[in-house]
């Protein structure tokens, strides 16, 4: 199964047309969140029915810079991740939106919020033979959730919810330096960076999980 794997779109439907050309066929488009620029469910809608033109699979969960009317949106148009599971082919996906406390101003959720969220969307999904964790934020202290100020900015309940139910891939965004791919014990692990830039990831799920970082040519 091929995963298009798009996060920190801020706004841009330009640039997730122009992602969506430059993948070509997947199977499921997963949406990481930072959907929108602190926009309105109207316009999170409009990148969800963009996405859907290209590849009927999406599912997606909010970032820190949507907000829950956003969320309730993504719930409303069917394609929510946010502590629900879908299984898809045999492949179990399940989310988290938002991001831990930092500002106070943004769409935030407290480490006991997400730990609830990952495991709710979890138990809805234990008869898949593979899990696939889209979060806004990366798990804590890795290098995909390091700041250029060095400081790490993930959550901890994430980290602890991959050492424990060991996902087969977990996909985040969020920290738009920190863009890679890194394995925690047994779970890959991708910042997809800034799609609002043209980046994006693809990941193939089989036998052997295998993640691409890839960038639209400017």
């Known amino acids: 199964m091929k995963l298009l794997c798009v996060t920190d779109l801020h ?30 469910p109207n316009q999170a ?18 970032g ?18 946010f502590g629900r599971g879908v299984i898809h082919d045999g492949v179990g996906f399940h989310g988290v939106s938002a991001m831990p406390p930092w500002l106070g101003s943004m769409y935030e959720l407290t480490e006991p919020q997400i730990q609830s969220a990952l495991e709710h969307g979890a138990a809805q999904v234990e008869q898949a033979t593979q899990q696939v964790v889209v979060s806004h934020v990366p798990p ?15 959550s901890s309940a994430l980290r602890a919810f991959i050492v424990r139910r060991k996902p087969t891939l977990v996909v985040c965004g969020h920290i738009h330096e920190a863009r890679g791919v890194q394995t925690l014990g047994d779970t ?31």
Request: hydrophobic content about 35%; proline content about 3%; aromatic content about 4%.
């Open 11 to 40: 706004g841009d439907l330009r640039s997730l047309r122009r992602i969506l050309e430059h993948a070509g066929s997947v199977e499921v488009v997963l949406l990481g969140g930072d959907l929108t620029n602190f926009g309105t």
């Open 45 to 62: 809608e409009g990148l969800i029915r963009l996405a859907r033109q290209h590849c009927p699979a999406v599912m997606a969960v909010a």
């Open 64 to 81: 820190n810079c949507d907000s829950p009317f956003i969320d309730e949106r993504l719930s409303e148009l069917g394609v929510s991740l």
């Open 140 to 154: 804590r202290q890795c290098s995909l959730d390091r700041t250029r100020k060095g400081v790490h900015v993930g």
């Open 188 to 218: 890959l692990v991708v910042n997809c960076g800034t799609a609002y830039e043209g980046c994006y990831a693809t990941a193939t799920l089989g036998d052997k999980t295998t993640v691409e970082l890839c960038d639209v040519p400017t």
